[in-house]
């Protein structure tokens, strides 16, 4: 399993990008609004800071309009991944997509036959909303699941990745790695705590008075 940053944060961006274990990225219109004040520039300059694939969604509802939109997304970078939602607009624009050789991410999954039809279309990424699930009462990870089987099943025909979103814990990420999913989008906070144990700390501590104590060096 591989690890995206879910964020439109420059600084952010850079931050996690040094870590080194940044498979790519995704944004969303939300985080865009919230972070970016000039979108050409801002797009142009992750996808240099990103050198794996950098979802971008489109803001249109019919297929006209997603295409226009994701042919602009697409002249940002080599590594942008056009992100449509999942609805029949949607599907046909992937396919359009799919067809002349660019990635898509569908998203905004929520259920195992979206993500079946999303994968007869071309779709490069699948994107189930673990959290927003849960929010309803429904197991998100179930889903992630029925989706590995599904994929599983007809390896030689659908060739789709499963990018689990809505990461709202380290528990939903070591979930998505036990049942399969290929990638994980989380926000920055989230991939900060992954290495985070107290006994760790306490470990290093202890190490670490040891060595003063001692008369070695390095």
């Not at 969303?28 to 992750?46: G, H, Q, R």
């Not at 290929?182 to 501590?205: C, R, Y």
Request: hydrophobic letters at 40%; charged letters at 20%; one cysteine or more.
């Amino acid at each position: 399993m591989q690890i995206f940053l879910d964020s439109a944060d420059i600084g952010e961006i850079k931050e996690i990008n040094d870590l080194g274990i940044l498979a790519g990225l995704t944004t969303n219109p939300t985080l865009v609004s919230k972070t970016i004040t000039d979108f050409d520039t801002s797009i142009a300059e992750i996808c240099k800071i990103i050198k794996g694939d950098v979802s971008v969604e489109v803001v249109a509802s019919d297929t006209p309009s997603m295409i226009k939109q994701g042919e602009k997304l697409l002249k940002f970078g080599e590594n942008i991944v056009i992100k449509l939602p999942l609805t029949w607009e949607g599907i046909k624009a992937c396919k359009y997509f799919s067809n002349n050789g660019a990635k898509v991410n569908m998203t905004l999954c929520f259920s195992s036959n979206q993500a079946v039809v999303a994968g007869l279309a071309g779709a490069a990424y699948i994107s189930p909303f673990i959290g927003r699930l849960e929010d309803t009462g429904i197991d998100g990870l179930e889903l992630i699941r029925d989706i590995r089987q599904i994929y599983d099943n007809y390896a030689g025909k659908i060739h789709t990745k499963i990018l689990a979103a809505s990461i709202r814990n380290t528990n939903h990420f070591r979930e998505c790695a036990l049942v399969g999913a290929d990638f994980v989008t989380m926000p920055a906070k989230i991939i900060k705590q992954l290495i985070s144990h107290p006994l760790t700390a306490s470990g290093l501590e202890l190490f670490n008075q040891d060595w003063e104590k001692s008369s070695l060096k390095m």
